[in-house]
């Protein structure tokens, strides 16, 4: 039983494995996914919007009578001068700004070090600001889901419910409101101050809360912010990515719980067969658990011993009723049955009173 039976759990795959493939082949496809709908939905405007810039350079140059060299420098220039139409990019509030993207891991690239001393503070300054970001983020992410806890029992004593208790689900959904509230709310501030369409304001807090960070809106790329509204951009970011963390803490919790448990039934699965099994080496596993080593060398074991598991049969006293595994045998099996309601009159074969007899003898030797 016992050489059968670890094969048969080898051969059957565990959940977490199951889960962690299911997991890959779903990520992989959710790619090829993404990768078909974007194609369908930007290929054609991408070849669109070349031909139209293609088409405006070249009435601009047969206009102005400009060289492809020079109207090349041009658009180097244009490019390169975009990150300078803020004044005081690099000044306290604008580093300020960059040193919160670097550390989030947002990354707009709006704004870049060009210096060599600023480009390899920056690598210094990242190795150290983003570990420490994201402890940060994921504590008070913690905390945050202790104080919705704390709240959400309290409700429920309040409201006098039967179940007191706040499972993972009820935080998952309540910082999924939160994240709602949040997007929602600096997506109509960013649309007022900055001008931007809603969706696009949506999307570039959607963009930023998840640390994505494309770059093709960024917050504060104007003249005169006011300082209220610097303070309030910051803070969008650092209130948004504490919830977000606090979401995708509850959500990985949900996962590691759901492998926790499934080690847990395998290690119980894996006891119930390891207590049921019978060591083919001579070893027998007697009905109360008890292990008989050697049973094929000791006669007196090798016909009256079964090799039953049930733990309903323990030895008893000489006064219990005796059953016989195998009727077909001429021995008598010593698993012995609690007998409260047998009365003393009960007859005994001679063979279950010799029996008897002998087990008295050994049971006195142990």
């Not at 951009?233 to 590691?256: D, E």
């Amino acid at each position: 039983m016992l050489l059968c039976g670890y094969p048969l759990r080898f051969i059957k795959m565990k959940r977490q494995n199951v889960r962690t493939l299911s997991l890959i082949v779903c990520t992989f496809t959710y790619l090829l996914i993404g990768a078909a709908v974007f194609d369908a939905l930007e290929s054609e405007n991408e070849i669109e919007m070349k031909r139209s810039l293609l088409s405006h350079e070249e009435k601009i140059i047969q206009k102005y009578n400009i060289s492809d060299d020079d109207f090349e420098k041009i658009r180097e220039n244009a490019l390169k001068s975009r990150q300078y139409r803020v004044e005081n990019q690099w000044k306290f509030v604008g580093a300020l700004y960059f040193s919160l993207v670097v550390c989030s891991v947002i990354g707009y690239g709006h704004s870049t070090p060009k210096t060599v001393p600023g480009k390899l503070f920056c690598m210094i300054y990242a190795l150290v600001g983003i570990p420490l970001f994201l402890i940060m983020f994921q504590s008070v992410g913690e905390r945050l889901n202790t104080f919705v806890t704390f709240l959400l029992r309290n409700i429920k004593k309040c409201f006098r419910l039967k179940n007191t208790e706040v499972s993972q689900t009820d935080l998952i959904v309540i910082t999924l409101f939160l994240s709602t509230i949040i997007l929602t709310t600096g997506a109509l501030i960013f649309s007022k101050v900055e001008g931007w369409k809603p969706l696009n304001a949506f999307y570039y807090c959607f963009i930023t809360l998840t640390t994505i960070g494309f770059g093709d809106f960024v917050a504060m790329q104007r003249e005169n912010n006011n300082p209220g509204y610097i303070v309030l951009s910051l803070l969008f970011i650092i209130i948004g990515l504490t919830v977000i963390s606090a979401a995708m803490n509850l959500l990985v919790l949900r996962f590691l719980t759901m492998n926790t448990e499934d080690e847990r039934r395998d290690e119980i699965e894996a006891a119930v067969a390891a207590q049921n099994a019978v060591r083919l080496e001579g070893d027998v596993i007697t009905g109360n658990g008890g292990v008989v080593s050697n049973a094929q060398e000791r006669p007196e074991f090798q016909e009256v011993l079964s090799v039953c598991s049930c733990s309903c049969y323990k030895w008893r006293s000489p006064k219990d009723k005796i059953y016989n595994s195998n009727p077909n045998s001429n021995h008598i099996s010593p698993f012995i049955h609690s007998t409260a309601n047998i009365s003393k009159e009960d007859d005994l074969s001679d063979e279950a009173e010799s029996f008897l007899e002998w087990q008295r003898t050994k049971r006195a030797s142990f």
